[in-house]
T-cell receptor
Framework: KAGVTQTPRYLIKTRGQQVTLSCSPI?????VSWYQQTPGQGLQFLFE???????NKGNFPGRFSGRQFSNSRSEMNVSTLELGDSALYLC???????????FGPGTRLTVL | AQSVTQLDSHVSVSEGTPVLLRCNYS??????LFWYVQHPNKGLQLLLK??????LVKGINGFEAEFKKSETSFHLTKPSAHMSDAAEYFC?????????????FGKGTKLSVIP
């Protein structure tokens, strides 16, 4: 089985722009979660989707949003980018609740 | 609420010596616990998981961890460190029965292996 894929792998944006990141989970996995990783804050949970429904959301401002499609692929969007949004964004998929999550390689976002 | 504390931000060992990475957790319900490893510029890879079966869990690459409920600990060990073990390790907790599905990560422990 192919692993979790994320596109693009690298992205450079300027303040005020918006960005959309994409994640394709492992085939058959219906749960997709997103995380932000920074040197200062570590790994922080953004949100989790299951069957196109957001089930859980972390403590991030409304500029961060996401969605999941019927084929389980997911996107996350960040609007009005700030310098502090520079981070590695990781997507993970899971076959069912309370199981381990399988991570993609991440998208490294740099905001200038 | 669930939380994870990794007691050391950086551990340095010599090649061939034992590795101990410490993790304490807090959970309101029956937790699932995981250890993940992240090599530089890579995603996270699952090393092992505990889900209320055997308390001593064996993982990949010779790592194992013991779940101790009385101590709320889930320390990661390996008998003999290899140069390829140099990476960052994350202890992770997921509450079962909490009505939501969310992994909570520790801050990470960076393992250095000295030749």
């Amino acid at each position: 089985k192919a692993g979790v894929t994320q596109t693009p792998r690298y992205l450079i944006k300027t303040r005020g722009q918006q960005v959309t990141l994409s994640c394709s989970p492992i085939s058959g996995h219906r749960s997709v979660s997103w995380y932000q990783q920074t040197p200062g804050q570590g790994l922080q949970f953004l949100f989790e989707y299951f069957s196109e429904t957001q089930r859980n959301k972390g403590n991030f401002p409304g500029r961060f949003s996401g969605r999941q499609f019927s084929n389980s692929r997911s996107e996350m969007n960040v609007s009005t980018l700030e310098l502090g949004d520079s981070a590695l964004y990781l997507c993970a998929s899971s076959p069912s609740d309370y199981n381990e999550q399988f991570f993609g390689p991440g998208t490294r976002l740099t905001v200038l | 609420a669930q939380s994870v504390t990794q007691l050391d931000s950086h551990v340095s060992v010599s090649e061939g010596t034992p590795v101990l990475l410490r993790c304490n957790y807090s959970s309101s319900y029956s937790p699932s616990l995981f250890w993940y490893v992240q090599h530089p510029n890579k995603g996270l890879q699952l090393l092992l998981k505990y889900t209320s079966a055997a308390t001593l869990v064996k993982g990949i690459n010779g790592f194992e961890a013991e779940f101790k409920k009385s101590e709320t600990s889930f320390h990661l060990t390996k008998p003999s460190a290899h140069m390829s073990d140099a990476a960052e390790y994350f202890c992770v907790v997921s509450d079962r029965g909490a009505g939501s599905y969310q992994l909570t990560f520790g801050k990470g422990t960076k393992l250095s292996v000295i030749p």
